[in-house]
Antibody
């Protein structure tokens, strides 16, 4: 059974960079037909797609975040990562990593809360 | 528009049927997928494609689509179905599953 696990700091200061890693177990990150993505959910609010990446390295980002986001993949570690720079309180959210195929987001991590505060 | 709109909340009596809708222009061209989220938990996929359920999802969950509206129906709602439900589909470019609906809170009475 595929499992995804987010890791990273739970507290980030305003204007700094949020960095998270997603470790994939129970399957390889190298399948070309899947993409690996990040989705976030501010407290009490809905889901927001941040972006995703294919094993090839091709990346796709939410237009509203594109100038601040970088998603990268490390196949040797079966991991992919998220960097979001110049964070503000509005970036406080639970961040999920997930795997999608052509039709849906099938597998999700448990999520990690990141709070932006000084 | 790349937006997907859902009713904020619906309620259903135990054992009855409830339909949750999701409206958006992209749904004229693409199927929606549906996710159930209980408090403090990650979303779980319940319906994808035309009307497909992942392994382990009860058959009381079904999906349909017409025009710009996708629907998730729970036939014979159970207490454990009380949750938030989100639809998801492709954005206007058609390339990415990047648009989530606004979410519907389902209360089972």
């Amino acid at each position: 059974q595929l499992q995804l696990q987010e890791s990273g700091p739970g507290l980030v200061k305003p204007s700094e960079t949020l960095s998270l890693t997603c470790t994939v177990s129970g399957g390889s990150i190298r399948f070309s037909s899947y993409s690996w993505g990040w989705i976030r959910q501010p407290p009490g609010k809905g889901l927001e797609w941040i972006g995703d990446i294919y094993y090839s390295g091709n990346t796709y980002y939410n237009a509203s975040l594109k100038s601040r986001v970088t998603i990268s993949i490390v196949p040797s570690k079966n991991q992919f990562s998220l960097k979001l720079n110049s964070v503000t309180a509005a970036d406080t959210a639970v961040y999920y990593c997930a795997r999608r195929d052509e039709q849906a987001w099938f597998y999700w991590g448990q999520g990690t809360l990141v709070t932006v505060s000084s | 528009s790349s937006e997907l709109t859902q009713d904020p909340a619906v309620s259903v009596a135990l054992g009855r049927t409830v339909r949750i809708t999701c409206q958006g222009d992209s749904l004229r061209s693409y199927y929606a997928s549906w996710y159930q989220q209980k408090p403090g938990q990650a979303p779980v996929l319940v319906i994808y494609g035309k009307n497909n359920r992942p392994s382990g999802i009860p058959d009381r969950f079904s999906g349909s689509s017409s025009g710009n509206t996708a629907s998730l129906t729970i036939t014979g709602a159970q207490a454990e179905d009380e949750a938030d439900y989100y639809c998801n589909s492709r954005d206007s470019s058609g390339d990415h599953l990047g648009v989530f609906g606004t979410g519907t809170k389902v209360t089972v009475l």
